[in-house]
């Protein structure tokens, strides 16, 4: 059976008359389907229907209940369609019940005076640091889809407590056609940092995400991302954590924030 990849299945969303689409098995996180894979189906639904097409902007998404390896409907919305802005939500269905609830504004440029970021990007080599293997102990399968060289922190079940976990990621396959989904398949790739705290394996999920494009996807020229993240705080089974993606050449494309959950 050949291996279904995200390009995949957002080529048969966008040829689709009635926005289904089969989430492949590939793409699981235990029961239910990866929060990446989930949200670039959903902006590529909003951006389906988009009279005019602008770059996405910000993206947010409540993870409602699990997606499983099954047919859903994406069921997208355009709130508003300005000149510079359009605003726009879409639902991930399935059997009549929404399992994925996103929103996004898309927008294109406007003249203004420009603070570019001055976020600190020193990582270490790609080259100096393993490529994460198939085959490692509690492995999420849907990370087979997608290069890691994990550098440093947060490592999970490691009981080191770490608060900051860092990574080199890529998806194995061409997403130069998908630049926004690229973005947004990588972005939700570290676990909750809060997982460094056990040595046992517990019960994660995504509740809420939130993703800020500080460059249109559009203009990233590099497939590999360096990504740090940071728990912010964890209590009664939440765990908040922030993220910056960088481009392989240190420019800042987008800033994550999350809540999760865990539990024993």
Not at 52 to 74: A, D, H, M, Y
Not at 114 to 121: D, I, K, L
Not at 211 to 229: A, M
Not at 242 to 258: M, P, T, W
Request: aromatic share 8%.
């Amino acid at each position: 059976m050949s291996q279904v990849t995200l390009t995949n299945m957002l080529e048969a969303l966008h040829n689709s008359e009635n926005m289904t689409v089969k989430i492949g098995s590939e793409w699981l996180n235990g029961r239910a389907a990866y929060g990446g894979l989930v949200a670039s189906l959903a902006v590529a639904g909003m951006s389906k229907i988009m009279p005019e097409q602008k770059q996405i902007r910000s993206l947010l998404v409540n993870f409602v209940g699990l997606v499983p390896s099954e047919r859903v409907t994406i069921e997208p919305t355009i709130l508003r369609a300005g000149r510079s802005v359009t605003q726009a939500v879409c639902d991930v269905v399935l059997d009549g019940s929404i399992l994925a609830h996103t929103s996004a504004a898309f927008g294109v440029d406007r003249k203004g005076i420009a603070a570019p970021s001055n976020a600190a990007f020193n990582p270490a080599a790609r080259d100096t640091v393993p490529l994460l293997k198939e085959g490692v102990p509690f492995l999420p399968g849907f990370l087979k889809n997608f290069d890691i060289h994990w550098t440093g922190g947060g490592i999970p079940l490691s009981g080191t407590k770490d608060r900051m976990l860092s990574l080199w990621a890529r998806p194995k396959e061409d997403m130069s056609s998908h630049p926004a989904a690229r973005v947004i398949a990588v972005a939700d790739l570290p676990p909750p940092v809060m997982m460094s705290h056990y040595t046992k394996p517990v019960n994660v999920c995504s509740l809420s995400w939130a993703l800020e494009f500080v460059c249109t996807p559009e203009d990233i020229e590099t497939d590999w991302f360096y990504l740090e993240y940071t728990l912010e705080a964890a209590s009664g089974g939440y765990t908040q954590q922030s993220g910056r993606i960088f481009d392989e050449h240190g420019n800042l494309c987008a800033i994550s924030r999350q809540t999760m959950l865990y539990f024993e």
